[in-house]
């Protein structure tokens, strides 16, 4: 799999022929079920990862029990946090689990420092997705400190709604994805659906008016 697999990630097409050798030759595939712990919050890091199917979700856990989910890493996709673990020679800072299936590539941390140092192109790879991740941290970080949680809900339900199919997650899980308290969820959907936006049952809602919802959460 590990050469299909290369198919998923474009900005690795271009490797020089060593570096491509080099690759192919440490990378090995790995299959893994829905539920897999792939890390956890301090554990230490070896490999670095590339997702060729599935999802992985990396979420944070506070002292007082809070959870925030961080991102996703999907179908060509890496993982900045293992990215920044192996590069700093730091342990990891959060968990990640596999939401469904996942398919991925290992590459052994000393063929990671070794492309990264030898191949412009590996490079690029690296650095780009680091880059775009950490500017979907920063957006994460000012939603939470700033934005406001009717506007966040808002775009999170119109985000997943589709017509006439019923959003199966629960106000905890909703709280989660939101990194707010589940008190807070279940009162701000108590407001939509007072207010005709939503429909609520047990484990599920359906948006009733998705033009609303969006006007709620503002521009992008």
Known sequence: MAE??????????????????????????????AGT?????????????????GSIRVHKLSEGGREIVLYRVERGQSCVLTTNCLIANENYGAEGIAETPVDLIILPSS??????????????????????????????IEEVAFGRIDARLAGWLSSRAEADTAIKATHQEIAVELGTAREVVSRQLKDFERRGLVELSRGSLKVLNHAALVGVAGPL
């Not at 712990?37 to 990862?49: I, W």
């Not at 070794?114 to 650095?127: G, N």
């Open 37 to 53: 712990v792939m890390f956890r919050d301090g554990a230490e890091c070896s490999n670095y990862v590339l997702v060729v199917n």
């Open 111 to 140: 063929t990671f420092k070794s492309l990264l140092a030898k191949s412009e192109t590996f490079r690029d790879f690296v650095f780009s997705a680091f880059a775009v991740r950490i500017s979907d941290l920063l957006m994460l």
């Open 4 to 33: 299909d697999g290369l198919a998923a990630f474009p900005g690795l097409a271009n490797l020089d022929s060593d570096s491509a050798r080099a690759f192919r030759q440490a990378a090995r595939p790995m299959s893994v079920p």
